[in-house]
């Protein structure tokens, strides 16, 4: 089973850069795909950014399209969202998950991700 901890998140101003990081313990990182998930107060929970495996391939949703990067560094058992240019509208609980899905768009739905972690919160002011 694995363990994921998400760090990072604060409050920021429009235009501003945060690096969320997801850290995962127990388990064998390096077998399960990362994806990140934001929910916002009264929205559903929305796919952001996932990474399968090695981190050959990764996915990215139009919202974030050139603001967001995900990567990962398997010998750390990290995964990393580098946001950059962020917007009132990013704002939201940002959420890590690992699950065994490598293709789209089951990679994107929250019903393929087995473990989550608690969220960190990401508020930008305007």
């Known amino acids: 089973q694995v363990q994921l901890v998400e760090s990072g998140g604060g409050l920021v101003q429009a235009g501003g850069s945060l690096r969320l990081s997801c850290a995962a313990s127990?388990?064998?990182?390096?077998?399960?795909?990362i994806g990140w998930f934001r929910q916002a107060p009264g929205k559903e929970r929305e796919f952001v950014a996932a990474?399968?495996?090695?981190?050959?391939?990764?996915y990215i949703t139009d919202a974030v399209k050139g603001r967001f990067t995900i990567s990962r560094d398997n010998a750390k058992n990290t995964v990393y969202l580098q946001m950059n240019s962020l917007k009132p509208e990013d704002t939201a609980n940002y959420y890590c998950?690992?699950?065994?899905?490598?293709?789209?768009?089951?990679?994107?739905?929250?019903?393929?991700?087995?473990?989550w972690g608690q969220g960190t919160q990401v508020t930008v002011s305007s």
């Open positions: 998950a690992a699950g065994s899905r490598w293709y789209w768009p089951q990679i994107s739905w929250t019903t393929e991700y087995d473990y």
């Open positions: 127990g388990g064998t990182f390096s077998s399960y795909t």
């Open positions: 990474s399968t495996r090695s981190g050959s391939t990764t």
